[in-house]
Each structure stands twice: as structure tokens, then as C-alpha cells.
């Protein structure tokens, strides 16, 4: 594991406000740490940090081995970044505005010419190259300011909510854009579409208030879930009853609820295990028919809320 990214304690005080406010994480070569957050949580204001667009009130960045304060060109060398909202100039082409990020980044020539060329094929803006930025969709002008974001080949990518507002075939193409660069790179995306935590991201981490609630893997956050293992099962031909019961007394079931429309019962098991085989083998054990027996997934929605939410607000 290779670090690229580490973050120490690095706070954003604007006045009164604790934009961000004390948070430490780091991302290696082959993650995809996603970065999850309400609105105003302090996700944008931590990549701006990270990239040397905004100085911390306090705390250290290191990109690559260079801190971002004492080596900003290091650091933005290292880098490629997609802003909130991918701004470019409207008037320009995307071939120019590539034209003019890779003269910035000090290629030139063929070497240019190359850069160009294979940002545009990976972010598939080929088709578009002499057509105003301004009259591309939306689509389009995300994938340009991806271009422009990947257009060094750089080993850390910064990307802020990179399909928001897109349609879902869209986002699919900047999902699999960022899937097929995950294996070199070491890349942080904000965002607050929950779908993306499964595909796209090898880690999350999850902020409020500008503070991290939760860094770990995918799974470990859907098993904060109280759903995460829940079984929903149906039995035939026994009363409803006498099977909820039956369910109640099993060592491993800490909490039984019975489903709408007579469908059976969801079980809680204790500490999140799987429960699936033994319940079954269970109901079998007294010669019952089952009818449907599934294992739910956690629900990541109740758990963000959880997480980003004073509990008094998160029941509701
Ligand atoms: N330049 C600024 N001046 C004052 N407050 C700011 C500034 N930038 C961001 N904020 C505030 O900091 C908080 C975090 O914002 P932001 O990092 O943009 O959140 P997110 O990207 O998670 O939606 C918000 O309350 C926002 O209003
Ligand atoms: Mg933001």
C-alpha cells in the first residue's frame, strides 16, 4: 500500500464558522475513498484544502510525500483535480481549453498533442472537440472538466461530486471512467448518492459538521444498518402465531416483527450475523414448508441518516 493522500487534523474556520473541523484520513494507490456528506457538510471546503485551493486554519496535507503548504507545485504537479460544478470557460472549445490546461501543466509538442488526445478518448469528448463549451450538455461539460482533470495522468485524483445532476446514463459512463482508472491511482469523490458507495468505492468516509462520523469499508458501513442480515421469512402451513413464537425463542434472534399483508416476519439476529442456513434448517427441523426466506442487505439511507443526523432527527 502505497500512501498518496494524507490528511492530519486539518481544520477551515471561515469567522464563526467550523467548515471543517479537525479531520484525519488517508487514501493509498488502488482506493476509491468516497467522501459522503449532507450538503454543507464540509466536503467541498476539504478537497479544496487538499488541492492548495484553500489554506487549512490548521492542520497538515500531504500529497505524494509533499506537504501542500510548503510544496504547492509539488503538490498540484501530483494532482488532478475536478471542481464542484467542473467549471471551464464557456466560450472556449474543448480542444482549446485542453490546449490551455496542458500548456499550464508545462507540456508541449507531441507530448501535448498526446496528453490531449488520450484525455479526451478516456473521457469520450472526441466527437465534441470543436464545439463551444457553453453549447455542450451537461453531460459533456462534466467529461470535459474530467478531461482536464486527468490530462497529466496524474497519480492523485480529487474529484467533487463528479456525476452530480447527470442522468443515469451519465453517471454509468463517469462511473465506469473513474472504475477504469481506480487500479493506478489513488482517487477521493464526494458525493451524496448512496448508489455510488457500492459502485465505485473501496472505502468511505463520512462527514457531518465537518466532522468524520464513520471510516471504513463499504460492507462495514451497511452493517451499521439494523436491517444489515435481517431475514424476511414466510412459513405455509402453520399458524402465524405459533411460528412467531417459534421465531422468538431462537437463541440467535434478538427481535421479530411481522411483515404487511400477512408475508411473513422479518428477524433480527443478534450482533448482525448470518442467520440464513440455520433458520432454515430449523424450520425444516419441525417439518414446515417454507414459503420465502431471504436475507436483507443493510440499508444505506437509514444508515447515512444515523450517521449525518442528531438521533432525535434520525427516527423520523
Ligand atoms: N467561503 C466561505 N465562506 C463562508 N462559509 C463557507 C465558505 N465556503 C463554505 N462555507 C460553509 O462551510 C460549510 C461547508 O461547506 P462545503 O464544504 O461546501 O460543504 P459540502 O461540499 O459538504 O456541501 C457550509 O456551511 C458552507 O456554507
Ligand atoms: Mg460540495
Known amino acids: 500500500m502505497t500512501l498518496r493522500i494524507e490528511i492530519d487534523d486539518i481544520a477551515k474556520h471561515f469567522g464563526a464558522i467550523k467548515a471543517v473541523d479537525g479531520v484525519s484520513f488517508s487514501v493509498s494507490k488502488g482506493e476509491v475513498l468516497g467522501f459522503l456528506g449532507p450538503n454543507g457538510a464540509g466536503k467541498s471546503t476539504t478537497m479544496k484544502m487538499i488541492t492548495g485551493f484553500l489554506t487549512p486554519t490548521r492542520g497538515t496535507v500531504r500529497v505524494c510525500g509533499h506537504d501542500v503548504l510548503q510544496d504547492p507545485i509539488s503538490v498540484k504537479a501530483n494532482l488532478g483535480y475536478l471542481p464542484e460544478g467542473a467549471p471551464a470557460y464557456a466560450d472556449m472549445t474543448p480542444d482549446g481549453f485542453l490546449k490551455f490546461i496542458a500548456e499550464i501543466r508545462g507540456l508541449s509538442g507531441a507530448a501535448k498533442r498526446r496528453a490531449i488526445d488520450e484525455s479526451a478518448d478516456r473521457a469520450r469528448i472526441t466527437t465534441v472537440m470543436h464545439q463551444p ?6 453531460g459533456y461539460k462534466r467529461r470535459v472538466g474530467l478531461a482536464q482533470s486527468i490530462l497529466h495522468n496524474p497519480p492523485v485524483l480529487i474529484l467533487d461530486e463528479p456525476t452530480d445532476g447527470l442522468d443515469p446514463n451519465q453517471k454509468h459512463e463517469v462511473r465506469t471512467l473513474i472504475n477504469e482508472m481506480a487500479d493506478d491511482k489513488a482517487i477521493i469523490i464526494s458525493t451524496h448518492i448512496l448508489e455510488e458507495v457500492h459502485a465505485l468505492c473501496t472505502r468511505n468516509v463520512v462527514i457531518a459538521n465537518g466532522k468524520v462520523k464513520f471510516d471504513g469499508t463499504p460492507l462495514e458501513l451497511e452493517a451499521k444498518s439494523r436491517y ?32 404487511d399483508n400477512n408475508a411473513g416476519f422479518r428477524v433480527y439476529p443478534k450482533s448482525g450475523q448470518q442467520v440464513t442456513a440455520q433458520l432454515s434448517e430449523n424450520i425444516r427441523e419441525n417439518g414446515w414448508e417454507i414459503d420465502a426466506l431471504y436475507a436483507e442487505h443493510g440499508r444505506l439511507d437509514e444508515v447515512f441518516r444515523s450517521i449525518t443526523l442528531p438521533a432525535s432527527e434520525a427516527k423520523n
Not at 463549451?133 to 451537461?138: G, P, Q, V
Not at 431475514?231 to 427481535?255: G, H, R
Open 228 to 259: 444489515f442480515n435481517a431475514v424476511c421469512v414466510n412459513v405455509a402451513n402453520i399458524e402465524q402465531s405459533q411460528f412467531e413464537a417459534f421465531l422468538t425463542s431462537l437463541s440467535y434472534v434478538s427481535q421479530v416483527e411481522k411483515l
Open 133 to 138: 463549451i457553453e453549447t455542450l450538455s451537461k
